[in-house]
């Protein structure tokens, strides 16, 4: 079996995006982990962005050939990371289940827009190939 790396497209310059990348243990399983900041000019988010993925809409994960992205992500990450401490415990029993993850992921997303909004920060930029009437 072919053990791909997991590559994590994230806000870099969200402070709670950061903070729970540095939380998050995963296993050994995954075979390596690669964060990627979104906002830095990596081909690969454009790549991503071209396919329909709104990293402001939530993160992206890519492994095993397959794209996760919002509350699908959170939850294979959820459940790719070591079990261990209370926040670990609260964050499985959430995100470790798909329906509650899909219902509580959007509220997370609203509350990061807010935070980027009075910290000044500027939403993740859209890719080169996107006409300039949609970025409005």
């Not at 492994?63 to 699908?72: K, L, P, S, T, V």
Request: net charge positive; proline share 4%; aromatic share 6%.
């Amino acid at each position: 079996m072919d053990r791909q790396a997991l590559e994590i497209f994230y806000d870099g310059e969200c402070p709670v995006c950061v903070a729970w990348m540095r939380m998050a243990r995963l296993r050994d399983a995954s075979g390596g982990v690669e964060l990627i900041d979104a906002r830095e000019s990596d081909p690969r988010v454009a790549e991503l962005m071209d396919a329909g993925f709104d990293l402001n809409q939530g993160m992206v994960v890519r492994w095993q050939d397959r794209i996760y992205h919002g509350a699908e992500a959170m939850t294979l990450l959820t459940l790719l990371s070591e079990a261990g401490g209370v926040s670990m415990r609260l964050q499985r029993a959430l995100f470790g289940r798909p329906a509650i993850a899909r219902r509580i992921y959007p509220l997370l997303v609203w509350g990061r827009l807010r935070l980027l909004r009075l910290m000044g920060r500027r939403m993740i930029s859209v890719s080169k190939k996107e006409s300039p009437a949609k970025r409005e």
